[in-house]
């Protein structure tokens, strides 16, 4: 159904490729999206607020907003500004466990606490996030007490992707780490956003 353009979707920009690509494949023309910067998560305490003043912004101007957020190891702050809103996210506690499903990634915890986990966003970004980011590329010697504990590098991909197992793979060899690979597809972030869809069809009729 074509409607009119009604849903803000305030998004991680780790999310952005992914929901671009569900939003032409559904043919969501009704449905913005507005992303916030995905380095955001080496400071997860500010995200609560980048979302409260994305909302504020945005709220006039649509009638349903909607988070494609988990909590993103906010500790519940980011839910205090969304009950605040009135407004929903997408369940769980980070991107890891949305995509893969609650039950699976307990699963992969339970098998592996010292797992760390790559997506396709953090697979296509490694060496600027992971590498450069961590500030392994000039002081190695910091590998050992960022990655010392894990045993494990979990990729879950969202694609099914040769080249893309292959790099996980050289991530895994790069950081010392066992690898795995799971072909996800979208998980929550796909039925959360068909929801809001259904919603919104709801709403219009």
Same mark, same amino acid.
């Given at each position: ?21 569900? $939003? ?16 955001? *998560? ?11 003043? $994305? ?8 009638? *349903?907003? %909607? ?48 797992? %760390? ?14 590498? *450069? ?5 000039? *002081? ?11 045993? $494990? ?25 066992? %690898? ?26």
């Amino acid at each position: 159904m074509d409607l009119p353009a009604s849903t803000l979707v305030i998004a991680c920009g780790a999310l952005a490729k992914e929901i671009v690509a569900l $939003k032409q494949a559904n043919g969501w023309s009704h449905m913005d999206v507005s992303c916030l910067p995905a380095e955001l *998560h080496n400071r997860p305490e500010k995200i609560p607020a980048a979302v409260r003043d $994305k909302i504020l912004r945005f709220r006039s101007r649509y009638t *349903h907003l %909607f988070v494609a957020y988990a909590d993103c190891g906010t500790g519940g702050l980011l839910d205090a500004v969304l009950g605040e809103a009135g407004v929903e996210r997408i369940a769980g506690a980070h991107c890891y466990e949305f995509y893969a499903g609650a039950q699976v990634f307990e699963q992969l915890s339970e098998q592996e606490i010292g797992t %760390f986990y790559l997506t396709d966003f953090l697979l296509r970004h490694f060496d600027r996030l992971i590498i *450069h980011g961590l500030g392994i590329d000039k *002081h190695p010697e910091l590998m050992p007490m960022y990655f010392g504990n894990y045993k $494990k590098l979990v990729y879950l991909a969202q694609r099914e992707s040769g080249e893309g197992r292959a790099l996980g793979q050289d991530a895994a060899d790069r950081l010392g780490l066992a %690898f795995e690979y799971r072909v996800t597809g979208y998980g929550e972030l796909d039925s959360s956003l068909q929801r809001v869809n259904e919603k919104v069809i709801q709403w219009q009729n």
